[in-house]
Nanobody
Framework: QVQLVESGGGLVQAGGSLRLSCAAS????????MGWYRQAPGNQRELVAR???????TYADSVKGRFTISRDNAKNTVYLQMNSLKPDDTARYYC?????????WGRGTQVTVSS
């Protein structure tokens, strides 16, 4: 099994930036796609961005041009660079990894954007 730990969340003013990290540990063999999802109170969890080992990255329309997902396979870590943050970006951000058709979730990290 895979364990995922997110970090880098916090409180930031609108227009600011944050960089989220997600480190995978345990049995990391054959992890394919990794991604970031977010969930605000009263909302469903939604995809923010994902990055396969090989293939194009995918972004939600709401974050295109502002967020960038990347990964360091040697460190089993995925990142989310978040620029030009808006209050609507406020949510708990979760890391997800897939392996052999199974999904693994981190505990999440809170991002709060004030105006």
């Amino acid at each position: 099994q895979v364990q995922l730990v997110e970090s880098g969340g916090g409180l930031v003013q609108a227009g600011g930036s944050l960089r989220l990290s997600c480190a995978a540990s345990g049995n990391t063999f054959s992890i394919n796609t990794m991604g970031w999802y977010r969930q605000a109170p009263g909302n469903q969890r939604e995809l923010v961005a994902r990055i396969p080992r090989g293939g194009r990255t995918t972004y939600a329309d709401s974050v295109k041009g502002r967020f960038t997902i990347s990964r360091d396979n040697a460190k089993n870590t995925v990142y989310l660079q978040m620029n030009s943050l808006k209050p609507d970006d406020t949510a708990r951000y979760y890391c997800r990894a897939d392996q052999w058709g199974n999904f693994y979730w981190g505990r999440g990290t809170q991002v709060t954007v004030s105006s």
